[in-house]
């Protein structure tokens, strides 16, 4: 396997994945396909623009024409799936693209992939269709529960892909990932948008009492991880990727502002997100048993994330101006007190 389609390429994993990618001689095409929705940015994949193997195409991967056109001029031994709709709050506006692009952009790339013969299709699926687990950990046999339109339709791609394999024999695996932080991610997430209102002096909302728990892996490690399950994976398996820790959202909230000197004062409990989940955690020795492991604990992330932040200004502010506004307004602006 050493020709990629990489879909979503311009987001935030899609484009770790592909400079890590890009950076082993072996791999020989690299095609991202990517809509450049408001979350995808050619910024991101600047450090690999100018590679001779590298190849960038805006299009939609549910429109079935563009693929279709795609999947005629180039020849992939493999497709990574990131392209997604991915943020839960904007799923509670507007759950219709989140279907499209989650559910039905997965149904074209597969039926693509199984006419032009693709050796191994990942699906880059998260630990969020379990649902909340109060206790104990997720396993990748456990029932899928997802709370949210964002979850419920990754859900939907993930089993699509899984039945694919069962139904026509393509070669599908999937992995469920952990919340992921690190550089270039989109400053909606709880950890970029912290992270950019702290150093903008601007109040952290909080949702709920701050006590929901989520476990957190290093971009770097999440791409580590979907290599391994790229190349050692088995045909029609599922592989959680997770870090087992146990963050509370006010224990990130404190420790992004520790780290930029704020003052824990600009923490608002604010009302909490609708169909809010709890807790999530994985159960990941089944990638583990594959041979990864992830590098980077708590503190380490977030203090390479808070440091990138911080010296890549230019790369954040333009994002938070736009349609971010409108976006954070109609979020945030009544929980906030904010003027409109
Ligand atoms: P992101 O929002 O940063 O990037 C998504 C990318 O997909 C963007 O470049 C966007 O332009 C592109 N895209 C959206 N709709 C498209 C369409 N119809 N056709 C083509 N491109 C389209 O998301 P991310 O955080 O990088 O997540 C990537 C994948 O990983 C997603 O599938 C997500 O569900 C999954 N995931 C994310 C996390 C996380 O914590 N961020 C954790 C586990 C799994
Ligand atoms: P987020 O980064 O949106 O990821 P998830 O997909 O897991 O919801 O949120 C991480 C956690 O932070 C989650 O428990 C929700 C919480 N959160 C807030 O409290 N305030 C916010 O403004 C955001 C965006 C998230």
Redesign the pocket.
Known sequence: MDRFLV????????SAWVRQALADPSVRRLVV?????Y???LANLEPVAHDPRFRFVR????DEATVAALFREEQFDAVL???????VDRSLFDPAAFL???VE?VRVLLEASRAHGVKRFLQ????EVYGAVLSGQSRESDPLRPSSPYSAA?AGGDLLALAYHTTYGLDVVVTR????IGPY??PE?ATPLFITNALDNQPLPVYGDGRAVRDYLYVED?CRALTVALRRGRAGEVYNIGNNLEIDTLTLATAILDLLGRPHSLIRLVSDRPGHDRRYSVESSKLRALGWQPQYGFAEMLALTVAWYRAHEAWWRPLRAGEFRAFYQALYGSRLGLSS
Do not use: M, Y
């Open positions: 879909t979503g390429g311009a987001g935030f994993i899609g396909l990517d809509k450049l929705t979350a995808g940015n299009g939609d991967i549910a799936n990131f392209a997604a709709e991915s943020h499209r692009t989650n952009g880059v699926s998260t630990d990754k990932g952990a919340n992921t991610q989109f997430k999440h």
